[in-house]
Antibody, heavy 124, light 110 residues
Framework: EVQLVESGGGLVQPGRSLRLSCAAS????????MHWVRQAPGKGLEWVSGISWNSGSIGYADSVKGRFTVSRDNAKNSLYLQMNSLRAEDTALYYC?????????????????WGQGTLVIVSS | QSVLTQPPSVSGAPGQRVAISCTGS?????????VHWYQQLPGTAPKLLIYGNTNRPSGVPDRFSGSKPGTSASLAITGLQAEDEGDYYC???????????FGGGTKLTV
């Protein structure tokens, strides 16, 4: 059974940093691209970042480019999101998401498994 | 403002049919990129409903169907049931943004 368990969320002041983690199990982690998708309270889904199986290809939404860094440790079956210079508009539930496609971040891929999310609140 | 445009809400009576549109542009749906649909029931994580424009994962009832005519896509739900109430999102890829994009979501009321 595929499981994605996020952690690291919490309350943080504007301008500070936070690192999210996602522990994956139930599939061959280093075969698949992975993503972070967020959802602000009462709002829709927003793709944040994607990373290929070997970290060779990485993409970011314009809203987080230059502030967030995605990474993965295939030996630990883990995905990470380093979030710097946090803003109030980064407040959201952050989902770890498995790409349906093995290998790169696919232009035709979709999310076939979602975690339950970790809540990040940016407020003074 | 989402790159993919969906109606904010749709509604229908039990047993009826509704359709949710997802309108894009020449850099995403119109460029031929696939569209996928997700259902998010209250208080839960999203769930894949349709992939590759028209395909249903195992376990998704055939009341749900997808189509992709031109620069838009559509999700149809027939035989509406109370448990279908929730939010529905389309997703594709955008070549100008070099990343995935989601629609703004549509709230379905039964």
């Amino acid at each position: 059974e595929v499981q994605l368990v996020e952690s690291g969320g919490g309350l943080v002041q504007p301008g500070r940093s936070l690192r999210l983690s996602c522990a994956a199990s139930g599939f061959i982690f280093d075969d698949y691209a992975m993503h972070w998708v967020r959802q602000a309270p009462g709002k829709g889904l927003e793709w944040v970042s994607g990373i290929s199986w070997n970290s060779g290809s990485i993409g970011y939404a314009d809203s987080v480019k230059g502030r967030f860094t995605v990474s993965r440790d295939n030996a630990k079956n883990s995905l990470y999101l380093q979030m710097n210079s946090l803003r109030a508009e980064d407040t959201a539930l952050y989902y770890c998401a498995k790409d349906s496609t093995a290998g790169p971040v696919s232009t035709s891929g979709w999310v076939d498994y979602w975690g339950q999310g970790t809540l990040v609140i940016v407020s003074s | 403002q989402s790159v993919l445009t969906q109606p904010p809400s749709v509604s229908g009576a039990p047993g009826q049919r509704v359709a949710i549109s997802c309108t894009g542009s020449s850099s995403n749906i119109g460029a031929g990129y696939d569209v996928h649909w997700y259902q998010q029931l209250p208080g839960t994580a999203p769930k894949l409903l349709i992939y590759g424009n028209t395909n249903r994962p195992s376990g998704v009832p055939d009341r749900f169907s997808g189509s992709k005519p031109g620069t838009s896509a559509s999700l149809a739900i027939t035989g509406l049931q109370a448990e279908d109430e929730g939010d529905y999102y389309c997703q594709s890829y955008d070549s100008s943004l070099s990343g995935w994009v989601f629609g703004g979501g549509t709230k379905l009321t039964v």
